[in-house]
């Protein structure tokens, strides 16, 4: 995996559909990504193809304006819209469709967050991670 952006706040550009402000929530939407990595696939990718780091910025620009991307489930788009309010910020991901490069996954563990091409984490990552998690509790 290769750091992709160190863990920081991101917000909303003032010319942003911001659902946040919209909804009377807040001023701004931000999100507290942790390191964001990718993975190895999408590393490989980037170096073939300069289009696709900025696709990738544009990803945590939408997450951050509460786009999740192509999340089949309307629940899970509550869920997250719920988690976010109530800042619980692990355990969410975006799904970005592309006709270059396909699904672009992003998902947020415990203390980092890859974008990824495959239909899950891998899931030595997502159980170590959730490993983490309980035994910060």
């Known amino acids: 995996m290769e750091l992709f952006r160190k ?9 942003d559909k911001d659902w946040t402000r919209e909804h009377g929530f807040a001023q701004t939407s931000e999100f507290p990504f ?9 590393t490989a990718l980037a ?29 899970q788009v509550e869920n997250f819209l719920s988690r976010d309010q109530r ?13 270059k ?13 890859l974008f990824h091409l495959e239909d899950a984490a891998p899931r030595s990552l997502a159980l170590e991670q959730r490993a983490k998690e309980r035994a910060s509790k």
């Open 7 to 15: 863990a920081a706040v991101m917000q909303a550009e003032p010319g």
């Open 34 to 42: 942790p390191d964001i990595y990718l993975h190895e696939k999408v």
């Open 47 to 75: 170096a073939q193809d300069a289009e696709l780091i900025p696709f990738l910025h544009d990803c945590l620009r939408r997450f951050v304006n509460h786009d999740y991307g192509n999340i089949i489930s309307m629940d």
């Open 87 to 99: 800042k619980e910020y692990t355990w969410m991901q975006g799904i970005y469709p592309t006709e």
């Open 101 to 113: 490069w396909g699904y672009v996954h992003l998902d947020i563990f415990f203390d980092l967050a």
